[in-house]
T-cell receptor, first 111, second 115 residues
């Protein structure tokens, strides 16, 4: 069964800290991996999409990397802010079925 | 406004009743999806559609019915609601021109409670 694991399930950091969220997956033949943000009571917003031919993508203070051989992706958030508090989910597409999602990491950035 | 909208935002119903959740997108995206989100299970795919009149089952399709007569609409029907179908339901879409290399766009969700 295709699985995505996100560790830790929850994380609390002080404002200004750099942090890394982890995502691991079991399918090595992925086409792409996406990172999403979900605010309480809201839908998901796609932050970054990394195609299988790419190693990383950057958007502002966010950087996502992809290592297909090890089945891992990381989301790096620089200089965290209270507004970054949300749940972050990763999901991959392997070509056979729609996106397979992890359960997310709930991030709290404390001012 | 352009985008993907779901209605209703909240719904309370009783076991055994039929319920339909609506999803409408204004982008003319080919692919549309229904997910449910539950604590401990994350997001699970119920059904998806590649185009009008083309639908396929996801991970948890039992008890649900979908249709897609028009590209912009993708309603989800619970034929006879059960308590286990209490959940938050999300509709999503993606262009489908290069499926797998395009971002997925989500609606705001419908919170359904089955009493």
């Amino acid at each position: 069964k295709q699985e995505v694991t996100q560790i830790p399930a929850a994380l609390s950091v002080p404002e200004g800290e750099n942090l890394v969220l982890n995502c691991s997956f079991t399918d090595s033949a992925i086409y792409n991996l996406q990172w999403f943000r979900q605010d309480p009571g809201k839908g998901l917003t796609s932050l970054l999409l990394i195609q299988s031919s790419q190693r990383e993508q950057t958007s502002g203070r966010l950087n996502a990397s992809l290592d297909k051989s090890s089945g891992r992706s990381t989301l790096y958030i620089a200089a965290s802010q209270p507004g970054d508090s949300a749940t972050y989910l990763c999901a991959y597409f392997s070509g056979n079925t729609p996106l397979v999602f992890g359960k997310g990491t709930r991030l709290s950035v404390i001012a | 406004d352009a985008g993907i909208t779901q209605s209703p935002r909240y719904k309370i119903t009783e076991t055994g009743r039929q319920v339909t959740l609506m999803c409408h997108q204004t982008w003319s995206h080919s692919y549309m999806f229904w997910y449910r989100q539950d604590l401990g299970h994350g997001l699970r795919l119920i059904y998806y559609s590649a185009a009008a009149d083309i639908t396929d089952k996801g991970e948890v399709p039992d008890g649900y019915v979908v249709s897609r007569s028009k590209t912009e609409n993708f309603p989800l029907t619970l034929e006879s609601a059960t308590r286990s179908q209490t959940s938050v339901y999300f509709c999503a879409s993606t262009p489908g021109v290069s499926w797998g290399n395009e971002k997925l766009f989500f609606g705001s969700g419908t919170q359904l409670s089955v009493l």
